[in-house]
């Protein structure tokens, strides 16, 4: 079946620092990769997304891109804020008998401090 | 646009009794929602995919008869837990697909303590 795996958290980081949250995927066929950010007490909103390989998809100075090949889907910020602070969901979208489901890593809490 | 609202977003309630939780798409209409529940600090594990018109789909391991889940219109699911007990307490989270863009959007949670 689908699975994601993402690094363990909490992240700690000064702000203005360099962000990378490792996201690995294993799926059959050819699924759409998301990351979502989820803030204390609240739902989840979708960061970005991407849906081919090589495909990259981008929001908020966030970053990430379809590697097929290393079945990888790596979140990365050049310069993080305080605002950025919130836990992050790597997550695949494929065709799995019941149609599209959602498959979520278990999320990296990151904490930006000043 | 694709704004998804859950009510209430916090209900505390008595062992044995039952709660209901809606989740509405308020600017489109979503053939297809889908029911999560949250555990602190832990990932979001899908409970059942809701389908307007039809029964509800669950996944293995969710009770379906405790987990009641309605999908009357193409706007509006409701997932009841009946019969709750402190296990149940949770964060349960659904989201709405926009078939045009086959995007899962959130509802904000509804964060249910049994006491």
């Known amino acids: 079946g689908n699975s994601v795996t993402q690094m363990e958290g909490p992240v700690t980081l000064s702000e203005e620092a360099f962000l990378t949250i490792n996201c690995t995927y294993t799926?059959?066929?050819?699924?759409?990769l998301f990351w979502y950010v989820q803030y204390p007490g609240e739902g989840l909103q979708l960061l970005l997304k991407?849906?081919?390989?090589?495909d990259k998809g981008s929001n908020k100075g966030f970053e990430a891109t379809y590697r097929k090949e290393t079945t990888s889907f790596h979140l990365e910020k050049g310069s993080v804020q305080v605002s950025d602070s919130a836990v992050y969901f790597c997550?695949?979208?494929?065709?799995?008998?019941?149609?599209?489901?959602?498959?979520f890593g278990t999320g990296t809490q990151l904490k930006v401090e000043l | 646009g694709a704004v998804v609202s859950q009510h209430p977003s916090w209900v505390i309630c008595k062992s044995g009794t039952s709660v209901k939780i809606e989740c509405r798409s308020l600017?489109?209409?979503?053939?297809?929602m889908f029911w999560y529940r949250q555990f602190p600090k832990q990932s979001l594990m899908l409970m059942a995919t809701?389908?307007?018109?039809?029964?509800?789909?669950?996944e293995q391991g969710v009770e379906k008869d405790k987990f009641l889940i309605n999908h009357a219109s193409l706007t509006l699911s409701t997932l009841t837990v009946t019969s709750a007990h402190p296990e149940d307490s949770s964060f349960y989270i659904c989201?709405?697909?926009?078939?045009?863009?086959?995007?899962?959007?959130f509802g904000p949670g509804t964060r249910l303590t049994v006491l």
């Open positions: 989201s709405a697909r926009l078939a045009v863009y086959n995007e899962q959007f």
């Open positions: 799926a059959t066929g050819y699924p759409s």
């Open positions: 991407a849906t081919k390989a090589d």
């Open positions: 997550a695949l979208s494929g065709l799995t008998g019941g149609g599209n489901k959602l498959t």
């Open positions: 600017d489109f209409q979503a053939t297809t």
């Open positions: 809701s389908n307007e018109g039809s029964k509800a789909t669950y």
